[in-house]
């Protein structure tokens, strides 16, 4: 920031045959001004991302140990840690169970965040209280919120089984190995509506009114009016709730880390890479390299699912 | 256009570089005294020691934070960090890198083999700590590929709680219960009768691992081969106990204070869970007693030691002073005349014979816990720093076998597969 103001009142006070001088020797002091008032920007950019990004492709190509990390002495192995990575028999399932937990999770976010606010966008007494009683989940901190579906969730006194017992349903034992994928994306459904109504109410607000008197005056019903004026007019709306849903649910660990620690089926990519960054969960081995490997691999689809918004976006433009 | 673009990119990045930068994040600097003058050998003492410890249920203001804190050396104050073991020896590991590691840190006793082959942690020699006096098969996991680190803070160890008022109910004499059979055939009275079996802690990671050693060991299993047929048979009996409905379900995901809070709501017969949870058994509403986890075939099953390790990291720069500050704290923690005060603070055994002698003598309720304790193994004893590895083979057989909830081709698959890696 002192590089911008000094360099600024340097080009004020300086006279006019200065010009060519600079000019001469490269850069202009208006430009060199720009460099001062962008710099504190770059700087920021590479040390809280470029470096840590830089150091993360780093660390997965050599092979760190708890002792080589602090002896900085991990040997440079190429991409054999990917192939280590990539050829464990719990690679595939874990990209199978990140897929569905992803997938599933957004269609259900996003198919019932709509629903409300379509509810909510016709205003009727108490609608404000409810719609605000509908962020509770995005306001309750998730330690709290996991603990409570855990606890719901129990396959002995859980208050979900009871409630299917009062319909002849047999308990479930949710967070078992085999279910515990379906039972954290119930909880992480729950948690992620809040932010899709939120999103999509706002963006009900900006579809002029006067479309839907027009569409009425043309006979149009609401479920032709829904799929015919709401839905398209939100697509831009709906590109970034979902882009933005992607990243979010690819990268959660906490809520299924409270709920069962990433074990059995809920074992995502996000929570095996925290597992073995930091020694967590069965193995307290710690896995610097392994971990940092599929942070790579969740940036990568992060970055390509970023293009696909582009792509997209930019079809919807022309 | 570019916001969005840059939005999806720093958010994928976020992610990144939370793994990246929390593998960094370091802990305080220790302080010291830049007074020294003169001769270089001699370091000043430090003003301000760091010392951490595990014990992140005693916060600032807790009896346990001013005991450590009144350890300080004269003229020197301490400062005191606190966060569960895993993310201790994370912490440490950077902090060892970056030299500004704490004067001392107390580590659980698996986790020492690790730390000190990864070169975090001073040879207790080099330090000046006395090593002296304290019982082998508790001081053992301080004690690497031959060289000594630390020494036991106390030690602590498993047992089975019983709610006697369940098992009058139900007509079970306790003392009857000698061996798996005879257990298993009590949990089914009990639960005949109306009440709930047994609770334990059967969590992903070494906690659930801790718990079932005793099992482990009591079918004559070994670590150094912890996929044997015996291993499976202890698998098998927990895993029974879950599909026949003695234990909670929730044992897979439940920890050691989870497991004994189902104990203290007074429907369970039985609960497997550790001496430090012995005051608390005294002062419930109904009668609870321990008595030591049978082995498969009758007699007290081996029992792992619990506790931690009071243990100097390495320092660079200035090395002697902080030595010295560690070497004095560590004597004002462990020394023969302080470990019972230690101890009572944290519900554990001083780990020296004698002292202990006094400590169980001073309280009845420690005299169940005298025979185990003594016969209890370390960890780590059989394989040092490649435990870390068999508790993670373990963890996930354990796992496979309580989700099997009987099922024995499941168990057997589920030790097989650990048996893969």
């Not at chain 1, 019932?112 to 306001?139: C, E, H, K, T, Y």
């Not at chain 2, 106990?241 to 003695?246: H, M, N």
């Not at chain 2, 869970?273 to 608390?280: E, L, T």
């Amino acid at each position: 920031m002192s590089t911008g103001v000094t360099t600024v009142t340097a080009r004020r006070s300086a006279p006019s045959g200065e010009h060519e001088r600079g000019r001469r020797r490269g850069l202009r002091p208006t430009q060199w001004a720009g460099i001062g008032f962008v710099a504190p920007l770059v700087v920021y950019l590479v040390v809280l991302y470029a470096y840590p990004l830089y150091e993360n492709v780093s660390m997965s190509l050599h092979r760190f140990t708890r002792a080589t990390f602090v002896t900085g002495q991990a040997p440079f192995v190429g991409f054999d840690v990917y192939r280590e990575v990539i050829g464990s028999p719990q690679f595939w399932p874990t990209v199978r169970q990140t897929a569905v937990f992803v997938v599933v999770s957004l269609v259900f976010q996003y198919a019932i965040g709509l629903g409300l606010a379509v509810f909510f966008r016709r205003s009727f007494p108490l609608s404000s209280l409810l719609r605000g009683l509908f962020l509770v989940p995005w306001l309750l901190p998730i330690i709290v919120s996991a603990t409570t579906w855990q606890w719901m969730m129990d396959a002995d006194s859980g208050v979900i089984n009871r409630f299917l017992g009062l319909f002849g349903a047999d308990p479930v034992w949710w967070l078992n190995a085999q279910h515990s994928l379906m039972s954290v994306t119930i909880a992480n459904i729950w948690l992620g509506i809040p932010f899709n109504l939120v999103i999509l109410y706002s963006g009900l607000q900006n579809i002029p009114t006067d479309l839907y008197e027009a569409a009425s005056l043309d006979g149009a019903g609401a479920w032709r009016q829904f799929w015919h004026v709401t839905f398209p007019l939100l697509r831009p709306v709906t590109a970034i709730t979902l882009l933005l849903g992607f990243v979010y649910t690819l990268k959660v660990v906490d809520i299924i880390w409270i709920m069962t620690l990433g074990t059995g089926s809920s074992q995502t990519l996000a929570t095996w890479a925290y597992a073995m960054a930091f020694g967590k969960g069965a193995s307290s081995v710690i896995r610097y390299s392994q971990a940092s490997v599929l942070g790579t691999i969740l940036l990568l689809i992060a970055l390509v699912m970023g293009f696909v918004y582009l792509v997209v976006q930019r079809r919807q433009e022309d | 256009m570019l916001n969005v673009r840059k939005s999806a990119v720093l958010a994928g990045t976020a992610a990144l570089a939370t793994l990246a930068l929390g593998a960094c994040s370091s802990g305080g600097g220790g302080g010291t005294a830049t007074t020294a003058a003169g001769g270089s050998t001699s370091a000043a003492a430090l003003t301000s020691i760091n010392v951490w410890d595990p014990y992140p249920q005693y916060d600032d203001s807790s009896a346990w934070a001013s005991y450590v804190k009144a350890c300080a050396p004269a003229g020197a104050t301490i400062t005191r960090t606190t966060a569960a073991t895993s993310d201790l020896l994370n912490n440490l590991t950077s902090a060892v890198k970056e030299d500004n590691a704490p004067d001392v840190i107390m580590l659980d006793n698996p986790a020492v083999p690790d730390a000190a082959t990864a070169g975090l942690l001073a040879p207790a020699k080099d330090v000046g700590i006395d090593t002296s006096g304290f019982d082998a098969n508790l001081a053992g996991p301080g004690t690497v590929a031959g060289v000594t680190y630390g020494v036991p803070i106390g030690a602590n160890t498993l047992g089975l709680y019983y709610n006697k008022d369940i098992l009058d109910k139900a007509g079970v004499d306790p003392a009857s219960i000698k061996d798996w059979a005879s257990l298993t055939a009590a949990l089914d009275k009990v639960t005949k009768a109306g009440s709930k079996g047994i609770t334990f802690a059967g969590i992903s990671g070494e906690e659930g691992v801790f718990q079932f050693l005793p099992w482990f060991w009591g079918s004559g299993a070994s670590l150094k081969q912890p996929t044997s047929d015996a291993a499976v048979a202890a698998g098998q009996l927990l895993s029974d106990w879950i599909g026949k409905g003695y234990a909670p379900k929730s044992a897979i995901t439940d920890n050691q204070s989870a497991s004994w809070d189902l104990f203290l709501t007074g429907q369970y017969a039985f609960a497997e869970n550790g001496s430090w949870f012995a005051k608390a058994a005294s002062t419930q509403k109904f009668k609870a007693v321990m008595m030591p986890i049978p082995g498969q075939n009758g007699g007290a099953a081996p029992v792992p030691t619990g506790g931690e390790f009071v243990l100097a990291p390495v320092h660079k720069a200035d090395s002697a002073a902080h030595y010295a500050a560690a070497t004095k704290v560590i004597a004002c923690l462990v020394g023969p005349d302080n470990q019972i005060k230690t101890d009572d603070q944290l519900g554990y055994f001083a780990a020296n014979k004698d002292q202990r002698a006094k400590q169980i003598a001073s309280d009845p309720i420690w005299t169940p816990w005298a025979a185990a304790i003594e016969s209890a193994q370390g960890r780590t004893t059989d394989l040092g720093p490649d435990y870390t590895a068999t508790s993670a083979q373990l963890s996930t057989a354990l796992q496979g076998a309580l989700n099997a909830a009987g099922d024995a081709t499941a168990v057997k698959a589920a030790f097989a597969q650990a048996a893969k890696g």
